[in-house]
């Protein structure tokens, strides 16, 4: 009956080495499985850092892009305006100088300097009117 209850109470050597030894294994090999675990969400964090990089270059390009392209519209229809103008006053010094003196230098000379004057462009077109 002694027997017994030390076998109970008390574990043999053998067994309680063995018993150590699966617990050691089962622990390291959750430790690696941890440690995979790990890396892999290190190199997944980089790897979203770097998309969200690329992500924030992409629209900062898209909205300067955006940007210039409002502003190109904005500029063509002041420059549109300008043009209107100048034709406008093209328009009424051909007039005045059909109205008056006939010995004044020719028109498409003439317009061409009243271009020139008010042009803001540095290529200035030339201008031939018949």
Not at 49 to 67: A, P, Q, R
């Amino acid at each position: 009956f002694t027997k017994i209850i030390l076998n109970t109470f008390f574990f043999k050597p053998e067994e309680e080495n063995e018993e150590l030894r699966k617990f050691f294994e089962l622990i390291s090999s959750l430790e690696y499985n941890v440690d995979q675990i790990r890396k892999k969400n290190h190199e997944l964090g980089e790897e979203a850092t770097g998309y969200k990089k690329c992500l924030e270059m992409t629209i900062n390009m898209f909205n300067v892009f955006v940007n210039e392209d409002f502003s190109f519209h904005e500029d063509l229809k002041t420059a549109q305006m300008k043009m209107d103008i100048l034709v406008k006053k093209l328009k009424h010094q051909i007039k005045y100088e059909n109205s008056s003196d006939q010995h004044q230098a020719p028109y498409g000379e003439r317009a061409g300097e009243i271009f020139s004057q008010h042009s803001p462009y540095e290529a200035r077109p030339r201008v031939i009117l018949c």
